[in-house]
């Protein structure tokens, strides 16, 4: 069998992207393994989910650290010595330094709630309920040091129902995350995805010329 694609994925809360992926590794064809979960927050409940998969984890506090580059060469050294190849952010609630960034260029995926480049940064879907938008959805994009950018690897859309609160959004859109992102991770590790300038083109990949329409 083939070498599986070591992940370090990066939380700071409950952690159900994270069980998005443990569930892939799971499967057995799936060609990336998680080596390491770091979390900022020895409380965030993805660390008992981890345990519960028999991952290695790694609880570093920014308290102790001068600058937001120490904590970040910090958590570098960790995931260097994990043996890590990619970083999965995965409701990490810390602003990375460019020096990170840097570090982990092309090796750095986010998963964002929203369609981007709208709804940048906190508070998505309330940002798309404001505007009236009819759909919404999720982005796994390679990280740069501008927040919520990068070249895009997969987007899902889904419809904004007229009732949604933002917590019913949410909920409907984190379905769409749980399998966007163990698939952009799945073409990562089968070395399907190329970056041309701003673009991330992903060799194979099906194509979709559907259109959807909210409300139907």
């Given at each position: 069998?083939?070498?599986?694609?070591?992940?370090?994925?990066l939380?700071?809360?409950?952690?159900?992207?994270?069980?998005?992926?443990?569930?892939?590794?799971?499967?057995?064809?799936?060609?990336?393994?998680i080596?390491?979960?770091?979390s900022?927050?020895?409380?965030?409940?993805?660390?008992a989910?981890?345990e519960?998969?028999?991952?290695?984890t790694?609880?570093?506090?920014?308290?102790?650290?001068p600058?937001?580059?120490?904590?970040?060469?910090?958590?570098?050294?960790a995931?260097?010595?994990?043996?890590?190849?990619?970083?999965?952010?995965?409701?990490?609630?810390?602003l990375?330094?460019p020096?990170?960034?840097?570090?982990?260029?092309?090796?750095?995926?986010?998963?964002?709630p929203?369609?981007?480049?709208s709804?940048?940064?906190?508070?998505?879907?309330?940002q798309?309920?404001?505007?009236g938008v009819?759909?919404?959805?999720?982005?796994?994009?390679?990280?740069?040091?501008?927040?919520?950018?990068?070249?895009?690897?997969v987007?899902?859309a889904?419809?904004?129902?007229?009732?949604?609160?933002?917590?019913?959004?949410?909920a409907?859109?984190?379905?769409?995350?749980?399998?966007c992102?163990?698939?952009?991770?799945?073409?990562?590790a089968?070395?399907?995805v190329?970056i041309?300038?701003?673009?991330?083109?992903?060799?194979?990949?099906?194509?979709?010329?559907?259109?959807?329409?909210?409300?139907?």
């Amino acid at each position: 069998m083939a070498r599986r694609l070591k992940l370090g994925v990066l939380i700071s809360g409950r952690g159900s992207n994270l069980q998005a992926l443990i569930d892939a590794a799971a499967a057995g064809d799936w060609p990336a393994e998680i080596a390491l979960v770091v979390s900022n927050k020895a409380d965030a409940a993805g660390l008992a989910r981890a345990e519960a998969a028999g991952i290695p984890t790694c609880v570093l506090s920014h308290r102790g650290h001068p600058d937001r580059a120490s904590f970040d060469a910090t958590m570098t050294a960790a995931l260097v010595a994990a043996g890590v190849d990619l970083v999965c952010l995965a409701g990490f609630m810390r602003l990375l330094s460019p020096e990170f960034v840097e570090a982990w260029h092309d090796r750095l995926i986010n998963i964002h709630p929203s369609l981007l480049p709208s709804f940048r940064g906190l508070h998505a879907h309330e940002q798309a309920l404001e505007a009236g938008v009819r759909f919404t959805g999720c982005t796994v994009h390679f990280v740069r040091a501008e927040m919520d950018d990068g070249p895009i690897i997969v987007q899902a859309a889904v419809p904004v129902l007229q009732d949604d609160t933002a917590e019913t959004l949410a909920a409907r859109v984190l379905q769409a995350e749980h399998r966007c992102y163990p698939q952009a991770v799945r073409w990562i590790a089968e070395g399907r995805v190329r970056i041309s300038g701003s673009r991330a083109l992903v060799a194979d990949a099906p194509a979709n010329e559907d259109f959807l329409v909210s409300p139907g």
